[in-house]
Nanobody
Framework: QLQLVESGGGLVQSGGSLRLSCVVS????????IGWFRQAPGNRREGVAC????????NYAEFTEGRFTISRDNAKNTVYLQMNNLKPEDTAKYYC??????????????????????WGQGTQVTVFS
């Protein structure tokens, strides 16, 4: 089993930056992919970025437009989401999730929420103009 805890969210002005962290604990010896998802009120959960256990490959949703970077430090069991040039439409609760069924990689695009086995509680990101 894995436990995931997100942090780093907050209130930021449009154009600003935030770095989200996802700390993973539990059975971390086995490889796992991590996906970041977000959900705004009234919207469905959508994939943002994902990364395999080795750090490559990774994948990004089109709306990130080169503004977001996912990375991981396996020595710290932590995955990061660096978000630059934030826009008001990026406002949402951001979740990280772990996938353990595909030997450390993710299935297809990595943006199918149902493929992920463990989820964190989320961290709120609010971008104001």
């Amino acid at each position: 089993q894995l436990q995931l805890v997100e942090s780093g969210g907050g209130l930021v002005q449009s154009g600003g930056s935030l770095r989200l962290s996802c700390v993973v604990s539990g059975s971390t010896k086995d490889p796992y992919a991590i996906g970041w998802f977000r959900q705004a009120p009234g919207n469905r959960r959508e994939g943002v970025a994902c990364i395999s256990s080795s750090g490559s490959p990774s994948n990004y949703a089109e709306f990130t437009e080169g503004r977001f970077t996912i990375s991981r430090d396996n020595a710290k069991n932590t995955v990061y989401l660096q978000m630059n040039n934030l826009k008001p439409e990026d406002t949402a609760k951001y979740y990280c999730a772990a996938e353990t069924s595909y030997l450390g990689t993710y299935y297809s695009s990595g943006f199918f929420a149902n493929e992920y086995d463990y989820w964190g509680q989320g961290t709120q990101v609010t971008v104001f103009s």
